[in-house]
Nanobody
Framework: QVHLVESGGGLVQAGGSLTLSCAFS????????MYWFRQAPGKERERVGS????????IYADSVKGRFTISRDNAENMVYLQMNSLKPEDTAVYYC??????WGQGTQVTVSS
């Protein structure tokens, strides 16, 4: 059974940076496209971006393009979301997903103004 654990969330001031990590276990890492989603209070879950085994990554959310980067370490079964120039509107629970079939518990990111 695939198990995902996110970490790295916290409270940061606007303009700051955070790197979220997602640890994958219990399955075949290379067979999954890995995703980052986020959900702000009162809003629907939003797909932030994805990354393939090859390292080919795509950011879907226009609001974070140019500020967020996704990467993965296939040797360590890890996925990362580097978030720069954070804004208060980036405040959300961030979720890691494997092929949109398996989900982590989420990690809270709060950006203060």
């Amino acid at each position: 059974q695939v198990h995902l654990v996110e970490s790295g969330g916290g409270l940061v001031q606007a303009g700051g940076s955070l790197t979220l990590s997602c640890a994958f276990s219990g399955g075949t890492f290379h067979s999954h496209v890995m995703y980052w989603f986020r959900q702000a209070p009162g809003k629907e879950r939003e797909r932030v971006g994805s990354i393939m085994w090859s390292g080919s990554a795509k950011i879907y959310a226009d609001s974070v393009k140019g500020r967020f980067t996704i990467s993965r370490d296939n040797a360590e079964n890890m996925v990362y979301l580097q978030m720069n120039s954070l804004k208060p509107e980036d405040t959300a629970v961030y979720y890691c997903s494997a092929s949109q079939l398996y989900w982590g518990q989420g990690t809270q990111v709060t950006v203060s103004s």
